[in-house]
DNA sequence: TATCAATATGCATACGATGGTATATGCGGT
DNA sequence: ACCGCATATACCATCGTATGCATATTGATA
């Protein structure tokens, strides 16, 4: 893949926010939804579109699709990724991201246990 | 300046070049055309893109604009140019810019060395 | 001041990425 | 077989950004 692709995928801050949830554990679409507050459609794409440019590799779980860092990681991408929560100013957006997501984790552990084994969280 | 424009920038491979060369020192417009090959118009407009964003500096030398990297580095940038010479495959692109480079400054300190020094080469 | 070289800018256009709506697919449960 | 939920895709409108051409600006030199 060639560097330039790698830094388009980055150039969109929701894109960011997912790998950076990405980072802590696969998570399934609707919690991404949920998490970054956005549409389906537009999820939907954004991982698509990182899908085929190989960042991320998805898997099905029953009706849910998981997604995750791919395996064979690209180094350019986790350099980046690593000092997100750094990132002057911005880390807060993305260390609320995760902080969001471990609470999701615990509400879905009590609720259903059996779904947050299913998703993967 | 936020992270998304860092990686605008980043995401256009003459723009790249550019900045690669530059992390060698000071260059001007001329000289850029010259070694990536492009034309006046490009390379003026992208610079001043860079400069705008806080990426580089621009000074008068007599005729000649030299620009260089900004004085007060980005983290993320300086990060990522790095590794640029490194990366699978392009990195042959970044490293073959700076040996033309080097070639630029030796044929300019033998023809006109009061030029050379101008350019800050 | 006329002129040339180096560089910058304005404007029109084209292209690619993005967003939204509607619709399709895939799976589990009844 | 049907329905509902989760997700994906197709299609279209839109908008940002790059590109090309023409032209303006700036500094040096005669």
Redesign the interface.
């Known amino acids: 893949m ?3 692709s790698i ?2 995928c ?4 929701q894109r ?1 926010r997912i790998l950076n949830l990405l980072k802590d554990g696969p998570l399934c679409v609707c919690h991404l939804m949920e998490i970054l507050g956005a549409d389906q459609v537009k999820v939907s794409k954004q991982l698509r579109y990182m899908k085929e440019l190989g960042m991320v590799d998805a898997e099905r779980q029953a009706q849910w699709m998981v997604y995750r860092l791919a395996d064979d990681q690209i ?2 991408l986790t ?2 990724l690593k ?2 929560q750094d ?1 002057a ?2 880390g807060v957006v993305f260390r609320k991201d995760l902080q969001k997501r471990k609470q999701l984790v615990k509400r879905l552990d009590a609720a259903s246990p059996l779904r947050a084994i299913a998703c993967h969280c």
């Open positions: 060639d560097i330039v830094y388009k980055l150039c969109d801050r960011l180094p350019l350099e980046n000092c997100l990132c100013g911005e």
